[in-house]
T-cell receptor
Framework: EDKVVQSPLSLVVHEGDTVTLNCSYEVTNFRSLLWYKQEKKAPTFLFML????IEKKSGRLSSILDKKELFSILNITATQTGDSAVYLCAGRGGSEKLVFGKGTKLTVNP | NAGVTQTPKFRILKIGQSMTLQCTQDMNHNYMYWYRQDPGMGLKLIYY???????DKGEVPNGYNVSRSTTEDFPLRLELAAPSQTSVYFC????????????FGPGTRLTVL
């Protein structure tokens, strides 16, 4: 059975800190790994990773995939209170279905 | 474009009642999905569709039914509501498949008492 595990489940930091969120996956016929940000409502798309070792970057957020070790990390530098959210990781295999992890709840305090 | 829209936003049902959660997308996406999200949990796939007339079960399909008569609409039907179906339901769509992100609707919060 396909599985995605995120760690930590929750994290509390101060503004300005750098955080690393982890995602490990076991997905049959793996095709891509996606990161979403969820702030009380619908998840919003952050990154999709398909190739190992290539960093995707958007402002203070970046993510990288390691297909050999079956994990991905999401980095957020110089965190702001607006980064407070649940970050979801999802793996997609050959069946076109996304398998989601439970998410990491990030709280950034001023 | 409105993107993915869902109605209603909130609903309270009594045990045994039925209801349909509506989902519409205006992006001409072939793929559509229904998820449920329980507190502290990730999203679990209920049903999905790869095009009009084609639907398939996801991880947790029991107690639900879907249909896809048009590209735009993908309603989710609960026939006999149970307290275990209390959850937030998200509809999503994507253009093709493996290399496209899914776009999510705003969600429907359903409580079954």
């Amino acid at each position: 059975e396909d599985k995605v595990v995120q760690s930590p489940l929750s994290l509390v930091v101060h503004e300005g800190d750098t955080v690393t969120l982890n995602c490990s996956y076991e997905v049959t016929n793996f095709r891509s790994l996606l990161w979403y940000k969820q702030e009380k409502k619908a998840p919003t798309f952050l990154f999709m990773l398909t190739s190992s070792g290539i960093e995707k970057k958007s402002g203070r957020l970046s993510s990288i995939l390691d297909k050999k070790e079956l994990f991905s990390i999401l980095n957020i530098t110089a965190t702001q209170t607006g980064d407070s959210a649940v970050y979801l990781c999802a793996g997609r295999g050959g069946s076109e279905k996304l398998v989601f992890g439970k998410g990491t709840k990030l709280t950034v305090n001023p | 474009n409105a993107g993915v829209t869902q109605t209603p936003k909130f609903r309270i049902l009594k045990i045994g009642q039925s209801m349909t959660l509506q989902c519409t997308q205006d992006m001409n996406h072939n793929y559509m999905y229904w998820y449920r999200q329980d507190p502290g949990m990730g999203l679990k796939l209920i049903y999905y569709s790869v095009g009009a007339g084609i639907t398939d079960k996801g991880e947790v399909p029991n107690g639900y039914n879907v249909s896809r008569s048009t590209t735009e609409d993908f309603p989710l039907r609960l026939e006999l509501a149970a307290p275990s179906q209390t959850s937030v339901y998200f509809c999503a769509s994507s253009m093709t498949s493996s290399y496209n992100e899914q776009f999510f609707g705003p969600g429907t919060r359903l409580t079954v008492l």
